[in-house]
Each structure stands twice: as C-alpha cells, then as structure tokens.
C-alpha cells in the first residue's frame, strides 16, 4: 500500500483530492457564508433554535466550536493537496469521497432547517452523522503512520466534527419534539434519554475503538457544558414548559455529564501514557539483554 502511495504521488493529484477541495469550499460557502447576504431571506440557525428551544439546547457560545471545526478542515483541505499528504492511505483510502457527502448534507440541512422543516431537518442529520461515522471507520480501517501529524492533519477535523454532529443530531431530535408540539412530559423523558445516549456513545468512544478516540467524547463534553450553561439562565419558553425541579434536574444530570466524560479522558489518557511507558520499557530491556548475550557469545 505504501509503495501505491508513492506511485500515486509521482502522478500528482487525482479525483479524491479536488473533490475534497470543491466539498470543502462549498461547504463554507453555502453554510456560512451565503448566510451573511442581505438579499438571501433565510432564517439563521440561531434563530430557528430560539424558536424551538429545547432543554438540551446548548448555550450560544457552545456553537463556536464550529471555528474550531472550519478551520481544522481548512487546514486538511490544503495539507491534502501537498505531496506529502495526498496519497496517503488516510485521504486517499480513508477520506475518500465520504467528506464530499459530509458536505452535501450540510449543506442541504442548512437550507432545510433555516426552512424550519424540522423532520426533514433531522432526517438529513441523520445522514450527515452516518457519512461521518462512515469516514471515521474507514480511516480506522486505512493504513497509518500513527503520527501526530497525521492525526491533527488528517484525522482530528473528523473526529471533532462527527463529536459535535452526535450534540446536534440529539437536539435536532427534540427540535422535531418541540415543533410538533408535544407535551413537555414526554420532551423531558426524551430529553433525559438524549442525555444518557450522549454519555454512552462518549464512553464508548474510549473503550471500544483499537486507538483511543478521546476527541469524541471531550466534544460531548463540551456539548453538555454548554447545556448546563444555558440552563443557568434559561430562556422563557423553557421557564414556561418546565419547573424549576425538572430544570435543575437537567442541569445538574448536564454538568455530571460533562465532568464524567472529562475524568475518563484524563484516566484513558493517563493510562494509555503509562502502558506506552512501560512497553519502551520491556523494549529497552530486551534490547539490553540482547547486547548482554551477544557480548557473551563473542568473549
């Protein structure tokens, strides 16, 4: 597989890496930038979210991850297009043509969404979340180099995109709740269950995938920092549907989500740190014993 890379680099570029170009600035054009036009009569996400505010909605300044997302992916789109990179197993096995129908349905839930055709909204979430975990298997099942370059390159602007899209989907889906209008019994019993989906799948995350995936869950950690946060000071439709109980309830069950997530990173990390210690160790060790017996053998 390497030596393909290689062939492939001698010839220069090839479909995958001017489809992640053309997917990336459509993207940034039809989801951001089209939004800033005067003439474009479309609401804003912000605004059809205060309109359906849900108890899982995260505070404003949670959003601003979406930079973070931007600009991570910028900086792969490029780092893509450079010998170095582009035919590597991980773009060219593993990103394939799965960011360009990321992009695609990103697109056609931001049009959808500021339509508020909400079911629709979260039937194309759905797909979004499953191209995106589409593309995370098949990086994991590409050959890697296992470096930090590659991964805050190639791998890191997925991870945090799929981690911030599984928030998402789970308040698209009480979104749907809201605007059908449902009795705020049952959103808070859907509610209380897109709190324990979104803690499951972060720990998951750290225990079943061959390499520690701790992007994922520090992602929905923040995601539920940012409920917490905005359920200090919540908005009055939500002071309308639900007590002061049930509202305390969910920001507690919020922050113990997100301090959760956090102390199992920090131990997986810690412990994984240690685990690789150890394994130089044994190496070191062997090759000690090694040097050991071939000087025996030679005296």
């Known amino acids: 597989m390497t030596n393909g890379s290689a062939d492939e680099s ?5 479909f995958y890496n001017y489809l992640n170009v053309v997917a990336y600035v459509a993207n940034l054009f ?11 009569d479309l609401k804003s996400n912000a605004d059809v979210s205060a309109k359906y505010q849900t108890i899982v909605t995260p505070v404003g300044w949670a959003f601003s991850i979406w930079g973070i997302i931007f600009a991570a992916q910028a900086l792969f789109t490029v780092v893509q297009l450079l ?16 960011y360009a129908l990321v992009s695609a349905f990103q697109i056609v839930w931001t049009f959808v969404f500021a339509c508020e055709m909400i079911w629709i909204s979260c039937v194309v979430m759905v797909f979004i979340l499953s191209s995106l975990c589409a593309l995370l298997q098949s990086q994991s099942r590409a050959a890697s180099d296992n470096t930090r370059k590659e991964f805050w390159l190639l791998r890191f602007p997925f991870q945090i995109h799929a981690g911030w899209i599984i928030a998402a989907t789970v308040v698209n889906i009480n979104l749907v709740l809201v ?35 701790v992007v994922i869950p520090v992602t929905l950690a923040w995601g539920a920092g940012g409920i917490w946060a905005e359920l200090n000071a919540p908005k009055q439709s939500i002071l309308d549907k639900f007590s002061n109980h049930t509202i305390n309830v ?26 690789k210690r150890h394994e130089i160790g044994r190496e070191n060790e062997e090759g000690v014993h090694l040097a050991a017996d071939l000087e025996d053998a030679y005296t």
């Open 10 to 14: 001698a010839g220069g570029l090839n």
């Open 83 to 98: 010998p170095t990179f582009r035919s590597l197993p991980q773009v060219q096995q593993g990103v394939k043509y799965w």
């Open 250 to 275: 969910f920001k507690i069950g919020a922050a113990c989500i997100c301090l959760i997530l956090l102390f199992a990173v920090l131990i997986k990390v810690i412990s994984d740190w240690r685990e």
């Open 30 to 40: 039809f989801v951001n930038i089209i939004m800033l036009f005067d003439k474009v």
């Open 179 to 213: 605007a059908s209008d449902v009795s705020p019994v049952i959103q808070a019993m859907v509610a209380a269950l897109s709190l324990v989906a979104i803690l499951c799948i972060a720990l998951s995350a750290l225990v079943f995938p061959t390499s520690t995936n």
